[in-house]
């Protein structure tokens, strides 16, 4: 029987290899805030649960207030510390990070979504991914010429000077900018 | 030289001077007064190049008698500025209707008349044919 089958040592267990360090370092804004304290505040209010109450229960976890806090009080203080520029200017980092964290799971799922033909979305989930891929073009040639045509207001001017004289047309004074000029040296 | 009302009416019924002799005259003395304001090269080579189109060699109005058109003056510019409200195709027939008001304003309208070919030749018949 099995049952009977001498034990197999185990041995030693194998030790667990230990972890890569994880260098993920704040960013400046975060780094400005005045303590940890305001850094797991920022952190907290994207765990806590949304809805209201929520910068409260941030704060709380985040150390502020005391045990004898009222609510009242602890609700001073979380529309204190989100109304602080400080602060806002680190939610605005944080955003930034989160959103581009997120990044790798929308893509996924719009890979999900563009291979289930069944799905309502399919269609437009082709069209977003080629719509990046292949976006539409429109071609606009502008051709500029930057060229002072001298030999054609030249002629212009000429022929403006013959009609004027071959009907006796008074032109008036061109406009001259008052400027003194200086003769070049050669 | 200045003429009165009546000296042109007289003129102008003693020649039957056509009505589109008469506005097109008019419309040389406008485009020569708005040919002294400043503007544009471009738009001034396209007002002379009208008055290059409105004379037709030695038909009836020569390069000599646009050249004998003086500008209209301000009054006159006055009343073509009234006439213009009628609209363009209108506009025309009152310059011609009215062309006494500019030629007794404007008497190098009438000089201009007088230099036409068809007014020499028939003055000369005319000459000609008096009895000595």
Redesign the interface.
Same mark, same amino acid.
């Given at each position: 029987m099995n049952s009977l089958a001498p034990k197999r040592s185990k041995g030693k267990r194998r030790e667990l290899a230990p972890l890569e360090p994880v260098d993920a370092e704040d960013g400046p804004k975060m780094k400005a805030l005045p303590t940890d304290r305001h850094r797991a505040f920022v952190r907290n209010m994207y765990f806590v649960k949304p809805g209201h109450g929520a910068a409260v229960k941030a704060a709380k976890l985040a150390g502020f207030g005391t045990p004898s806090s009222t609510p009242q009080s602890m609700a001073t203080i979380a529309s204190r510390l989100t109304h602080d520029k400080r602060v806002q200017e680190a939610f605005a980092e944080q955003d930034q990070l989160y959103i581009r964290a997120s990044a790798p799971r929308a893509i996924r799922a719009l890979t999900s979504l563009i291979e289930n033909p069944n799905a309502k979305d399919h269609a437009r989930g082709i069209a977003m991914v080629l719509d990046r891929v292949h976006p539409a073009e429109n071609t606009l040639t502008v051709k500029h010429d930057a060229t002072p045509a001298f030999q054609n207001t030249a002629e212009v001017m000429a022929r403006i000077a013959a009609l004027a004289a071959k009907f006796n047309v008074a032109l008036p004074a061109p406009k001259v900018i008052d400027a003194v000029a200086n003769e070049a040296q050669s | 030289m200045s003429m009165t009302v009546e000296e042109v009416k007289e003129f102008l019924e003693r020649e039957c001077v056509p009505n589109g002799y008469k506005y097109t005259l008019v419309l040389a003395s406008v485009t020569?007064r708005v040919?002294?304001?400043?503007m544009p090269?471009?738009y001034? %080579?396209q007002f %002379?190049?009208h %008055?290059?189109k409105m004379?037709n060699g030695e038909q009836w109005l020569t390069?000599e008698m646009?050249?004998?058109v003086d500008?209209m003056d301000d009054k006159g510019e006055e009343i073509a500025r009234e006439i213009r409200k009628v609209g363009p195709q209108k506009a025309l027939d009152v310059y011609a209707d009215t062309f006494t008001a500019f030629a007794s304003l404007n008497p190098s309208l009438i000089t201009a008349l007088k230099m036409s070919p068809l007014y020499r030749y028939l003055k000369q018949e005319a000459s000609e044919a008096a009895p000595v």
């Amino acid at each position: 029987m099995n049952s009977l089958a001498p034990k197999r040592s185990k041995g030693k267990r194998r030790e667990l290899a230990p972890l890569e360090p994880v260098d993920a370092e704040d960013g400046p804004k975060m780094k400005a805030l005045p303590t940890d304290r305001h850094r797991a505040f920022v952190r907290n209010m994207y765990f806590v649960k949304p809805g209201h109450g929520a910068a409260v229960k941030a704060a709380k976890l985040a150390g502020f207030g005391t045990p004898s806090s009222t609510p009242q009080s602890m609700a001073t203080i979380a529309s204190r510390l989100t109304h602080d520029k400080r602060v806002q200017e680190a939610f605005a980092e944080q955003d930034q990070l989160y959103i581009r964290a997120s990044a790798p799971r929308a893509i996924r799922a719009l890979t999900s979504l563009i291979e289930n033909p069944n799905a309502k979305d399919h269609a437009r989930g082709i069209a977003m991914v080629l719509d990046r891929v292949h976006p539409a073009e429109n071609t606009l040639t502008v051709k500029h010429d930057a060229t002072p045509a001298f030999q054609n207001t030249a002629e212009v001017m000429a022929r403006i000077a013959a009609l004027a004289a071959k009907f006796n047309v008074a032109l008036p004074a061109p406009k001259v900018i008052d400027a003194v000029a200086n003769e070049a040296q050669s | 030289m200045s003429m009165t009302v009546e000296e042109v009416k007289e003129f102008l019924e003693r020649e039957c001077v056509p009505n589109g002799y008469k506005y097109t005259l008019v419309l040389a003395s406008v485009t020569k007064r708005v040919l002294q304001t400043q503007m544009p090269e471009e738009y001034r %080579l396209q007002f %002379l190049g009208h %008055l290059e189109k409105m004379s037709n060699g030695e038909q009836w109005l020569t390069a000599e008698m646009i050249a004998a058109v003086d500008p209209m003056d301000d009054k006159g510019e006055e009343i073509a500025r009234e006439i213009r409200k009628v609209g363009p195709q209108k506009a025309l027939d009152v310059y011609a209707d009215t062309f006494t008001a500019f030629a007794s304003l404007n008497p190098s309208l009438i000089t201009a008349l007088k230099m036409s070919p068809l007014y020499r030749y028939l003055k000369q018949e005319a000459s000609e044919a008096a009895p000595v």
